[in-house]
């Protein structure tokens, strides 16, 4: 079964520094989201990509945030200048077009470490 | 905005008994989805159940049901014959509905720690 897969599983970075995560959605979906959760919390949208542009973004998903697809399987978050409040677990997602594009489907997750 | 609520912090069943995890939820729309996600210790989120809310019929996977009442906002997720395999986070999630394309986020509950006792 297709699955979303995501590298790093864990990323540990000094505060500052840039960081990049990945992600390759299911092959034929066309949707794809970011989400985040903190340690014990809940989890939280980010933004939704769709059409080589952002569709949705949350007020989480500041400047420092960004996304973009690099080429026709990947999907990336970049933190551009990391806060130690950014460390969290951050997930992508992707759906289907039409009639479908409801049911959203995660990744493993990337830790993010943030010292 | 759209909220939900999951009120049980933490629910203990013993194995191969049924447990009822409750979920409400906060909307002003009138079409929209529903999920139940999930979250075992590796932390993946798996996709349990969803519920379109233009179907009155509740939405069944084999050991999972869903009881979705939509005046009262109450989508709860009944596990009968819960197995050691089930002990998770499980958390409530709600999307709107996109008649045009787009591509909303998740809106998710706090989330509930189901703990199976064998």
């Known amino acids: 079964e297709p699955e979303v897969t995501q590298t790093p599983s864990h990323q540990v970075t000094q505060m500052g520094q840039e960081v990049i995560l990945r992600c390759v959605p299911i092959?034929?979906?066309?949707?794809f989201y970011w989400y985040r959760q903190i340690l014990g919390q809940k989890v939280e949208f980010l933004v939704s990509f769709y059409n080589n542009e952002i569709s949705e973004k949350s007020e989480i998903f500041d400047d420092q945030f960004s996304v973009e697809r690099p080429d026709g399987s990947n999907f990336t978050l970049k933190i551009r200048s990391t806060k130690l409040e950014d460390s969290a677990m951050y997930f992508c997602?992707?759906?289907?077009?039409?009639?479908?594009?409801?049911?959203?489907?995660f990744g493993p997750g990337t830790r993010l470490t943030v010292l | 905005a759209q909220t939900v609520t999951q009120s049980q912090p933490e629910m203990s069943v013993q194995e191969a008994e049924t447990v009822t995890l409750s979920c409400t939820y906060d909307?002003?729309?009138?079409?929209?989805?529903l999920f139940w996600y999930k979250q075992p210790p590796s932390r993946q989120m798996i996709l349990v159940i969803r519920?379109?809310?233009?179907?009155?019929q509740n939405a069944t996977e084999n050991r999972f049901s869903v009881n979705f009442q939509k005046a009262a906002k109450s989508f709860s997720l009944k596990i009968s014959d819960s197995q050691l395999g089930d002990a998770a986070m499980y958390f409530c999630a709600y999307r709107s509905f996109a008649s045009g394309g787009g591509a909303d986020g998740l809106t998710f509950g706090k989330g509930t720690h189901l703990i199976i006792q064998p």
């Open positions: 519920q379109e809310a233009y179907k009155q």
């Open positions: 997602a992707s759906s289907e077009e039409v009639p479908s594009q409801d049911t959203q489907y």
């Open positions: 909307t002003s729309e009138s079409d929209y989805y």
């Open positions: 092959s034929n979906h066309l949707y």
